[in-house]
Every structure is written in C-alpha cells, then in structure tokens.
C-alpha cells in the first residue's frame, strides 16, 4: 500500500550504531522512504467483531525478533533484539514509522517515562554503547542491563547513559516515585546456564535503578533486594522451570501492590517503599512451568498470571497438553494491604488448537478499560491475538480472537507471531515476532466503553487505575 494521498508522506529517521557516539550523542542521521502499512493478510482467520486495520512491516536492520510495546502520546514505541522502533499513531488506521534506533543487544523490553525510554540489553555486549560488539558471555567486562533514552524528539531519539546489572535485563518495569523527582526501574532477569561469571545461580535478585529525572545519566542501581531468601522453587523439573530471578514484574501503585512472575513462583510485592519491596504473598502451581508475567483487574481484586510453558518455543496448544497448562490462571484478591492472599479460581487457554507445528503459549496482554468489568487482550505467539471476558473469575472465555495465518496448498507460508497485544487509546497494538506493527479495531459492543479511557502514556507492566 503506498502512502495515502490525502497525507504528505513523512520522512524516517533512522539511527544507526555508528550514529551513537561514546558519549551519547548522535553524530548523523540517514533518510530513508517511510514504510508503508500492508492490506490486512487475505487468509487471515478472525471473530466478526475485530477488524485488522493496518499492518506495518520491520524496516531494515530489524530483521531479528520484535518484541514489546510502550505507548506516549500519538506514539508506540516498539522493541528489537537490534533496537527500537518509534511509531506515529496518530491516525491508528495509517500507522507509520517517526524513527528508528539501531542499538542491538538482545530482548529490547521497553518502558517509557515522559521524555526517557529505558531499554532492555540481555545479551552481552562488548560495551554500553548501541555500536558496542556482541562478547563472550564468559567475559566478566561484558555489558548487560538498561540503556536509557532521550525520546524528546521521536523523529531522533538520543542515547544518554546505560546502568550494568547481574544477569542483564530480561525485562524492565516501570515505577514512578512519589515526589516526581525520580524513575525506579525493577529489573527482572534470570541465570542461564551461559552467563558466567556475572550471572552465578541462585540468583533470586531485582535491580532497582533510580534515575533522577533532571540528570537521567547519573542513574544507577540504588537497591538489590533479594525476593527469595529460601531459593525459592526449585523442586520442578523437565519443562518447569525452578525460580531463578523474576521474569517480568506488573506494578499497581493504586494498592502500592506489584505481582511478579518468577519462573517457579507467583509473588505479591508490598512496593510502598520502592526501595525495599517486600514479598507478602507466594502461590505455586504443579501445571505452571514458568510463571511469565501478570496483570491486575482495574479494581485490584483479581490478578492473572501466565504461563509460558516451552518457553515460547513450544507447540503447546493441541488436545495432549490439554487445557491447564501453558495458560493463564487467574485469582482472586483477598485480604487488605497488610494481608494480601491469591485465591485461585480458573484456568483459561485457547481453544483453537494450533497443531504440533506452531509455537503456541500464553504470552503478553493488558486489561481493555471498560469501567466495573475485566476484559484481557492477550498474545498467544502462533496462536494469534485473543480477547478475554473474566468478569466472572471462575468461569473466563474468549469473545474475539485475530490469528494472519496465510496458507498456501496446506502449508504456513506466513503465521502471525504475537509477542505482545495492548490496548491503547480505543485500538490494539500487536507487535509481530516477524510481521512487525498491526492495528486492530473491536466492534464488540461489550467494549464500546473502553474507547472513552485516554491515555497520556501506557506501561503495560505499570497498571494504572481507570
């Protein structure tokens, strides 16, 4: 699809590695025709209440996986294993791309805080720096951590400094202090067996970086607390995975609560003093394999976890796995601030069974904010996107589903691959493994009332209360 008549075709800034000096700033720009949004997949399968509005396809240098999202303004930010992609959305239907960064080193989990990106890097690096080589993970002078940007100007966003933490940045999570004056950033990571000598098991540990909002360079790791005294989970075997770090952490600063998914365990933080987070409740689960991430309902009484069973990797959405694992589960809430307590209710899984070819798993979601009720839109990688109703907590099921699944004489010849699915702002945003960017419209009447919520910013993993 080329541009639209009715819009003057913008023109892309793209960063390069060579563009990012040591100390931060960017030396040239290169100019580059704006990628055009595809016609919605002809094959795709879908409910008739979701509409695919646009497509827009990873530029070049982004070949490798994309993966989350962080929303500002008429901006979505997009992470890459090579770097970072800003998006103008300012027409959903005709999405195009403002810039991009060119800065790899692996996962790209992203948060957005007024005028900063913090950027996840977990693996290692020869240097902070974007232009800095791959290193031997073995190298102890290796780089891993969070790389933080100025994204003042979305058409040329700046690099500003980087903060080192054991084990890299698997994920990062968004805080804001109190007094408006800092950025707390929990960063979740985990210890492969590769990742010596920075990354030594048992390691049941969070970065918490503070980054003061009027010197964003001087930040640096204010607090380690370690969540797991005990070890944490380490009786699972085979496809579970013993607690070894937290994979991905979701704030509700309404209840100073934060949940935590963390390989073996599912946690509740009393985050009152960002500083000194303390574990208030720990639930396990024998069909859990390792505990991904997890969202509140708007009115903090249920929360939902996820499982990533196989590890995204994995084709567990057929009738052998079954129902129960590789899914979400999803609890009540009890208990006032000083007594915390999760009570499980219900499983949920995708009843479209994928076969033993496609990759399939509870992934990345957000809550869509129609006021008194709990509808979750979630990836599911080869899955697709789905729409949940958990207005009853015992009983949640799908109401609308998205899947671009093109098929040629029997065969995938391209298959969405979801990594993470937000609503933001009346659309959801898909960021695809490797078709890039898609818009979807819900027409389900159910959630019209969403469309009213506006948002000036959106952190997935930092809930707000609408």
């Known amino acids: 699809m080329s541009p639209s008549p009715h819009r003057p075709a913008r023109r892309l800034r793209r960063i390069g590695a060579a563009a990012v000096g040591a100390a931060g700033l960017l030396l040239s720009l290169a100019f580059a025709p704006p990628a055009a949004a595809d016609a919605p997949p002809a094959d795709s399968i879908s409910s008739d209440n979701i509409e695919h509005l646009a497509n827009v396809p990873k530029p070049e240098g982004f070949e490798s996986t994309n993966s989350d999202l962080a929303f500002t303004g008429d901006y979505a930010i997009g992470g890459n294993y090579n770097g970072f992609v800003v998006y103008d959305i300012s027409d959903p239907a005709e999405p195009e791309i403002a810039s991009t960064v060119l800065c790899p080193g692996g996962q790209g989990d992203v948060s957005v805080s007024g005028d900063l990106l913090y950027f996840s890097v977990d693996y290692p690096r020869a240097g902070e720096e974007c232009g800095a080589a791959e290193s031997d993970p073995t190298d102890p002078n290796a780089f891993e951590g969070i790389r933080i940007f100025d994204i003042s100007d979305k058409e040329a966003p700046q690099y500003v400094a980087a903060v080192r933490t054991d084990c890299g940045s698997h994920t990062n999570t968004l805080l804001k202090g109190e007094d408006g004056e800092s950025d707390y950033i929990y960063v979740s990571s985990y210890a492969p067996s590769d990742r010596y000598p920075n990354c030594e098991p048992p390691h049941d540990k969070v970065a918490i970086i503070e980054v003061p909002l009027d010197d964003p360079a001087s930040a640096e790791i204010a607090a380690e607390p370690v969540l797991f005294p005990d070890g944490g989970n380490h009786d699972q075997d085979g496809l579970l995975r013993p607690t070894e770090g937290c994979h991905d952490i979701t704030m509700f600063p309404e209840r100073d609560l934060a949940a935590g998914a963390c390989?073996?365990?599912?946690?509740?933080?009393?985050?009152?003093?960002?500083?000194?987070?303390?574990?208030?409740?720990?639930?396990?689960?024998?069909?859990?394999?390792?505990?991904?991430?997890?969202?509140?309902?708007?009115?903090?009484?249920?929360?939902?976890?996820?499982?990533?069973?196989?590890?995204?990797?994995?084709?567990?959405?057929?009738?052998?796995?079954?129902?129960?694992?590789?899914?979400?589960?999803?609890?009540?809430?009890?208990?006032?601030?000083?007594?915390?307590?999760?009570?499980?209710?219900?499983?949920?899984?995708?009843?479209?069974?994928?076969?033993?070819?496609?990759?399939?798993?509870?992934?990345?979601?957000?809550?869509?904010?129609?006021?008194?009720?709990?509808?979750?839109?979630?990836?599911?990688?080869?899955?697709?996107?789905?729409?949940?109703?958990?207005?009853?907590?015992?009983?949640?099921?799908?109401?609308?589903?998205?899947?671009?699944?093109?098929?040629?004489?029997?065969?995938?010849?391209?298959?969405?691959?979801t990594w993470s699915t937000y609503y933001y702002n009346g659309y959801i945003y898909n960021s695809d493994i490797d078709r890039g960017l898609d818009v979807l419209k819900v027409t389900d009447k159910r959630l019209k009332r969403a469309e009213k919520v506006r948002f000036d910013e959106f952190n997935p993993q930092n809930q707000p209360r609408y």
Not at 285 to 304: C, I, M, P, R
Not at 357 to 378: D, M, R, T, W
Not at 391 to 397: G, K, M, V
């Open 263 to 417: 390989m073996g365990d599912g946690i509740l933080m009393d985050i009152s003093d960002p500083l000194e987070p303390e574990v208030v409740e720990r639930v396990r689960d024998e069909n859990f394999a390792f505990w991904h991430s997890a969202t509140f309902t708007n009115n903090g009484k249920g929360v939902l976890f996820t499982d990533e069973l196989g590890g995204g990797g994995a084709a567990t959405c057929t009738p052998e796995i079954g129902p129960e694992r590789g899914a979400d589960a999803v609890f009540a809430l009890k208990g006032g601030k000083g007594d915390p307590r999760l009570d499980f209710k219900s499983y949920f899984k995708i009843d479209r069974h994928q076969g033993t070819e496609q990759n399939c798993v509870a992934h990345n979601g957000s809550l869509i904010p129609v006021k008194g009720k709990n509808y979750f839109v979630q990836s599911w990688y080869q899955g697709g996107v789905s729409i949940i109703d958990f207005n009853d907590l015992s009983e949640p099921e799908e109401i609308a589903y998205f899947d671009a699944d093109d098929r040629v004489d029997g065969s995938i010849e391209t298959n969405t691959n």
